[in-house]
């Protein structure tokens, strides 16, 4: 059984930053990506950043240069530092684990006000 629990989540202005924790729990691969995927009201849930357990990182050109992606791998936690938020990075943020199979976490609230 794996789990993920999400923190970090919030209200915040344009221009301001928030940070995001996922721990993972349960039988985890060492060989893993975990990511962020978001999804705002109406719209597909879309890609945000990923991160492999060697630490190669992906980021969508929508966040490149305001959001920063990292793990540590002893915790089985990955992080997403959002800076210069926009209110177009509102939506439910969701921690992702690929191992064998996809594992999602239950979602984090980010809210931006213009």
């Known amino acids: 059984q794996v789990q993920l629990v999400e923190s970090g989540g919030g209200l915040v202005q344009a221009g301001g930053s928030l940070r995001l924790s996922c721990a993972a729990s349960?039988?985890?691969?060492?060989?893993?990506?975990m990511g962020w995927y978001r999804q705002a009201p109406g719209k597909q849930r879309e890609l945000v950043a990923t991160?492999?357990?060697?630490?190669?990182?992906n980021y969508a050109d929508s966040v490149k240069g305001r959001f920063t992606i990292s793990r540590d791998n002893a915790k089985n936690t990955v992080y997403l530092q959002m800076n210069s938020l926009k209110p177009e990075d509102t939506g439910l943020y969701f921690c992702?684990?690929?191992?064998?199979?996809?594992?999602w976490g239950q979602g984090t609230q980010v809210t931006v006000s213009s």
């Open positions: 991160i492999t357990a060697g630490g190669s990182t």
């Open positions: 349960g039988s985890i691969f060492r060989i893993n990506t």
């Open positions: 992702n684990l690929k191992m064998l199979y996809d594992y």
